[in-house]
């Protein structure tokens, strides 16, 4: 079988060229990036302000195994259908981070014939975006301990500084350090920490950010530490939101590629979707949405994530409407949910479906108290049998419920033309009618109550006495308004990861509240949250190289 | 005054196509990234493989002030000079590391109506290849940090791993770090640093790589860490000369842009002068001089160190016969080695640069002991007396030495056309007798006595208990036939920053080597080498912003 990599090598990619006038974009409005990629500049949304926005259908999942359900192949699967049916489309996606790609995962641009190209630029550096953060990330934390150095005016308390810094790779090594060692030419000792860049406040910033001024402002106000009197520092009090700006002014413009069938890819940003909020820019899906009649999006995680804050901060903050949802769901999943342990899961096992559909109920009832409308997309793979996939389409016809098999990773565009079919009709019958689950002025309390009963199905949430002392520091700092971005496990709607299904009468237990003040919301950890990941014993860059003509080699 | 920023914004950019066609390039042989920057395929040199090498003039100058001689300045104006004589030329320059630029120099890409094109972008990001190299050594950390966590079967002695982290920052709480803390779940608590990533030994490879091929080669080479029993480990020996091949088959592509002139200009890799050898690449040294009858380009620091390195290290593996050499002087300089007080440099005295000009001469020594001829470029500043001038040129005649006076910062190629007369006057008389100061089989003591004696002036060395230690255990390793890459203060001809003019009678104490078996020499440390700088209390990061139109402001 051909693997994502050499399937995305033997595609015949446009020039870049060719899918900027698809677009209709005007020459100054692009720059190449190699033959095949672009970005794209912001000068077009000026152009196009009086334009209104097209349609906008996001992709979500059901709680994903390990593996993941394929959001991201069953959007660009979607967008080249809606091609195939005439339509004039685009996607946003998130772009990779390198770690995972060295690490465990070798790509992340969608697979088999629905992918984003080319393949192995957007896997390694693309256009540079991730590295810009990482190097504005790094700037801002030596020019903290710059500033301690040179006499600390603003007083910060280096117990508490809050900034960490980043590198884009899995490595465990760095969690935890002591920086500033080696006497008193060379800093001031203090602990310190390195997340992987995709964590990076800054990262969140520039995926909600409206316009670079909104940008430079939101850098101002990110909170980088304490003083001893626990009254915050942010960048603006040292003077370097200019500099952030300027590091970043090129990775804030939206990157174009295409899908392997030749529609218009908007690659750009890629957030955690757990202490962040997991979409790709606002400003690429502001575009995109612009330049084209569709746009299809998606946000990480299941719909309990990644929908939800793409509906409650997202959506809200760059004033998307989106039309429809695709809540993505496969047999596999369906049956971990039924209890079916991960290593059985290519068996068959009808009863451990029916007993998982729960887990897919709860996400179509999450959507719906969003005023949203949505299909079901069943995104096949070789292990399922006739019988499960009878089963299940028994299921959504007895429910009355909107779904399509979809084979997109071995078919492309051709693969989920009935999919592209049901998006049509439900969009056009324009039944959306969107709305975020609770208005801003609602406590930082009540908004995380809200999100873990009418998301999570909770039936209440417990703080900490730390969490609670945050929520009461917080709203007297002025930050009650922000939108709370929900850190938890991706595996189940509770807050135990092996709690599958759809857990019942369970609480919520709210540990620790962090600042994202800058990005526009506040993060609310449920668990631990690891925001540095580990490499495996054999990582997947073991098998990386590059061949003679000096392609790549072992991306998968 | 225009600053270089105002006039570089000013400029009007020839689109990098035309850049392309000037130089033969075919269309599949470069790739833009923006309108007016390309990387070059190495295909180009397949094509071109027996086609016969341009000529290569190498600008140098005499140890520096702390602001530098404008040798960058002089390489550019010198070529657009030439081109306005109507050569085909083009120049070959480092890129500039962003901690600097952050720091205190806000810009190096030469200055005033001499220097290279896009300016913004080339200081800030440009095409990505530093943070390929960052990313390169990163990744190679965390796979040791990680090779160690899983069982490390390597062995390695983790309080002998020399392979440290990067960033492309000044940032000096992170020279000295301990990393791994947290528990037996974060890794294993050892002692690290991070130097800036011009500084890796991974920027030194990709800058002294012949092929794709060869800077796998040389990768797999490198040494990150011993053995209990002080056996090297190698990346090879890890398994990771492929993945990291991957991460930098980018950035191993000669980055074409142009001077403010038009003049083609290849800007690639930028390692220290110090524990590198502080020349742009050789594949882009090499490409250019394919590609044109003239290439210029430069090396850092003064011909005692850039020149030298220059010379016995990149022209040996890069079998490249540099035609003639220009030597930069300022009077400011030959002032201070004359003994005047950095702050009284822009009063005339006549009398100061009658002292200081025996520096010149040692390094016009230096030069015409490795076979080449040369010119001497006066670096005309504001400040220079008619009387100072008089007495240089008086100077220069008496001793029958080629030398020209250069306004090429305030006037283009037009201040510099006598300079061109001279180097093609030199050029044409073929006076070139190039060889390398020492052959590879010496020893290494040898080999540093070589360069101490007949470069420097020195009139011995003498290595520490240690430094002769570890020219034993090298040569055992089978290191011994490597050049080496003398790390010394540029300030002066001796390893005493303090001692200006041309000093006698000294000795160079070398105090410790360290291999950089990839790159492919020893380096030898004659004092403290500062691989990671700090910011200054004002950082020139200060100032930076961006303008309504997402233009660069603050950079000078």
Redesign the interface.
Known sequence: MLSDLDIAQQANLKPVEEIANQLGLEEHEW?????DKA?VN?DVMERLKDHKDGRVVLVTSINPTRAGEGKSTVTVGLAQALRARNQDVSVALREPS?GPV?GIKGGATGGGYSQVVPME?IN??F??DI??I??AN??L???I??HI???NTCEIDTRRISWKRV????????????????GP????PREDGFNITVASEIMAVLCLATS??DL?ERLARMVVAYRADETPVTVKDL??E??L???L??AFKPNLVQTIEGVPAFIHGGPFANIAHGCNSLIATKMASKLSDYTITEAGFGADLGAEKFLNIKARIGDIHPDAVVIVATLRALKLHGGVAEADLKEENVEAIKRGLVNLEKHMETIEAFGLPFVVALNQFDTDTEKELEYFKNYCEQSDVDYSLTTVWADGGQGGLDLADQVIKTVESNESNFNPLYPLDLTLEKKIETVAKRVYGASGVELTKEAKAQCEAFEKNDWGHLPVCMAKTQYSLSDDPTALGRPRDFTITIRELRPSVGAGFIVVLTGDVLTMP??P?Q?A??????D?D?E???LF
């Open positions: 720059e190449p990036y190699g033959k970005k912001l390198l060295m630029s390694l550096h256009t540079g590295h810009a990482t190097t790094n700037a934390s030596a020019f301990d710059n150095f040179q006499g590198v884009d790779l899995n490595d465990r090594a760095l969690r935890d350090v002591v920086v500033g060692l080696g030419k060379q800093g001031v670079l001024a430079k003077g370097y200019g500099a700006t300027l590091l002014k090129e580990g490499l014993k990582p860059a073991l098998k990386m190289d590059v003679d000096g790549a080699l072992g």
